[in-house]
């Protein structure tokens, strides 16, 4: 099987754009992820009424080993996403225990954040709202998270071998 991976999804859940855009990947996601054992994938919509927000959202960021990004203007605007989110994920990429998985939503000055220094999706971090064909354009990213997830399998074995 591997290595366990849980994934952890930041969105700005403030744009209705950035949430039909999180409930389209998801549609395309989510069979791929269901079908990978060991892979756990946490979003947001998975807090259940009367349960507490803060502990919730932080004991998921403990758990967290990729964090996928869904970059927008208002994301990159959002203290919470980037001090709080983004920060929990770079301080684990520091030290190898955390990948980071950008997807640009919309047009926004990304390239000028950390987001400006990796590969980001879709290919060539061409917008998803660029994109005519969005069944392709979710495929390929589906496609590309599942690349990465089978890369962090494979270091986590051959870390194993060492």
Not at 94 to 112: M, Q, S, Y
Request: aromatic content about 8%.
């Amino acid at each position: 099987m591997g290595q366990e991976i849980n994934i952890f999804v930041s969105y700005c859940h403030t744009n209705d754009e950035d949430t039909k855009f999180l409930d389209d990947l998801l549609m395309f996601i989510k069979p791929a992820i269901n079908n990978l054992s060991g892979t756990k994938l946490w979003v947001d919509k998975k807090i259940k009424t009367g349960q507490d927000l803060r502990g919730t959202i932080e004991n998921a960021l403990t758990e967290m080993n990729l964090m996928i990004c869904m970059v927008s203007p208002e994301y990159l605007n959002s203290d919470y996403c980037i001090n709080k989110e983004l920060q929990e994920a770079l301080e684990k990429r520091k030290i190898g225990a955390a990948n980071i998985f950008p997807i640009i939503l919309r047009k926004c000055p990304w390239k000028h954040t950390f987001f400006g220094q990796v590969l980001c999706q879709p290919k060539d971090g061409k917008p998803l709202k660029d994109w005519d064909d969005r069944d392709e354009v979710f495929s390929d990213i589906t496609d590309e998270l599942m690349d990465v997830i089978r890369h962090i399998r494979s270091n986590a074995m051959d870390e194993k071998k060492k």
